[in-house]
């Protein structure tokens, strides 16, 4: 059974950093998966921001995020990660993380290509 924990959000003021971690279970850092954070602000669509495949390694990233946000993995602890810097008021937003068989692939940005869901870490940013 696939499970997903997000966690490490908060308030942060603008140009701040804050580090974003997503436990995986259910499968290993061996295995054919991707993971991407989502977010998803207040009368908003959930939005794709960053997809890592697991065995392959290829980053992918939104481009209201590329030069600040930076994702990662751990293999030995299950963990993808998320870096966020110079952060701004409009990345306050629920972020997610999300997996699916296989790489992340074209489609990575769009939510229904992923099966697994974890719950939301809020992320505030005040200007």
């Known amino acids: 059974d696939v499970q997903l924990q997000a966690s490490g959000g908060g308030l942060v003021q603008a140009g701040g950093s804050l580090r974003l971690s997503c436990v995986a279970s259910?499968?290993?850092?061996?295995?054919?998966?991707?993971i991407g954070w989502f977010r998803q602000a207040p009368g908003k669509e959930r939005e794709g921001v960053s997809c890592i495949t697991l065995i392959e390694g290829d980053t992918h990233y939104a481009d209201s995020v590329k030069g600040r946000f930076t994702i990662s993995k751990d293999n030995a602890k299950n963990t993808v990660y998320l870096q966020m810097n110079s952060l701004k008021p409009e990345d306050t937003a629920v972020h997610y993380c999300a997996a699916h068989v296989a790489d992340c692939g074209r489609n990575w940005y769009r939510h229904y290509e992923y099966d697994n869901w974890g719950q939301g870490t809020q992320v505030t940013v005040s200007s």
């Open positions: 259910g499968f290993t850092f061996d295995d054919d998966y991707a």
